[in-house]
């Protein structure tokens, strides 16, 4: 692949890099780098600092383990990533239950109130105001990976799809359960239910 053809779209030189590492594994480094920070922000908003780095130096081991059959035409690299690291958070359910509850005991930060924080797009579970944070707490886990990897890590419903394996319509049918609960939950003042559904087009 040509250095321009890689410029004019960073997917195809992510995939390039991953066929590339099949025969120099050292060159799978490179995808590291480019996600290695955003997989650990996502995995530490949801899990807390603490289980953040095993769980996404796992994500990274699996995806090299798997590169072998790694499918660009069914997802990006990206995408690819998160669909792992999402799927090892659910194997420490008890840590995220833990991280979201702490929060949801917190005070409230008195300079972040006014009128509506536009938690939109920018959600992350330690950021999350108090009530936010335990009414996310109270979601299933499909839910709420639905509900995150929206808020969190800006996925479109097709890459939700994608990610994890599910039929498209059931993104959207997950993410507007996770809203009705939450409305719910936080008495109609709900500020996930703006996030943009980036999904639909």
């Not at 081991?61 to 990206?78: C, M, N, P």
């Not at 920018?122 to 936010?132: I, N, W």
């Amino acid at each position: 692949m040509t250095a321009a053809a890689q410029a004019k779209d960073p997917a195809l030189a992510d995939a390039y890099v991953v066929r590339l590492s099949e025969g120099e594994p050292e060159s799978f480094g490179a995808v590291f780098e480019a996600y290695g920070a955003e997989i650990h922000r996502y995995v530490a908003q949801r899990l807390g600092a603490g289980d953040a780095e095993d769980v996404v130096a796992e994500t990274f081991l699996i995806a090299f383990r798997k590169r072998e059959t790694y499918d660009a035409s069914r997802a990006g690299v990206r995408v690819w990533l998160y669909g792992i690291a999402t799927k090892l958070v659910g194997k420490h359910r008890r840590s995220e239950m833990r991280a979201l509850r702490a929060l949801g005991r917190c005070t409230p930060d008195r300079d972040s109130e006014g009128h509506e924080e536009q938690v939109t797009t920018q959600v992350s579970a330690q950021s999350l105001r108090p009530r936010l944070a335990k009414a996310v707490a109270g979601l299933n886990r499909g839910d709420r990976d639905v509900l995150l990897l929206v808020g969190l890590a800006g996925l479109s419903h097709e890459e939700i799809s994608t990610a994890l394996g599910i039929p498209y319509g059931t993104v959207g049918s997950r993410l507007n359960r996770a809203r009705k609960k939450l409305r719910v939950l936080l008495g109609e003042t709900n500020p996930m239910l703006d996030i943009e559904e980036t999904g639909h087009e």
